[in-house]
């Protein structure tokens, strides 16, 4: 497959080419085709740095709720979240996944330009 063109919003903010996959291994194609591009429109390595065992073995480059102590239940990075009954959670607590959120909202706020663009309203 060729790289797509970089789309750009009409607030000049680039935005992927197209828009949303529809499952994680459609934006796994789509990315190791190098159809995705980051917030300066360049395009995303085909593999990321180091793949992260809690994301499926890959990330598109945002932050990953397992590199960050949960705020719920306290469980450190690279550790799952856990219940009251100290079992493990089968998904990230809330305040883990809007933790992640905000320190992504940090890194663009501060001009990190290796963030994933947005992907483009359908």
Not at 27 to 39: A, F, H, I, K, Y
Not at 84 to 110: F, G, K
Request: glycine share 8%; aromatic share 4%.
């Amino acid at each position: 497959m060729k790289a797509s063109t970089a789309q750009e919003s009409p607030l000049g903010e680039v935005r992927q080419p197209f828009g949303p996959p529809s499952s994680k291994d459609e934006e796994r194609t789509r990315r190791e085709s190098g159809l995705l591009v980051d917030v300066a429109g360049r395009p995303l390595p085909a593999a990321p740095g180091t793949p992260c065992a809690f994301c499926d073995g890959f990330n598109p480059g945002d932050t990953c709720p397992a590199a960050l102590t949960c705020p719920q239940c306290g469980a450190p990075p690279r550790k799952r979240c856990r219940r009251p009954s100290e079992h493990e959670t089968q998904e990230w607590h809330i305040a883990r996944v809007r933790a992640a959120d905000l320190e992504d909202q940090r890194r663009e706020d501060t001009g990190d330009t290796t963030l994933p663009a947005r992907w483009t309203s359908t």
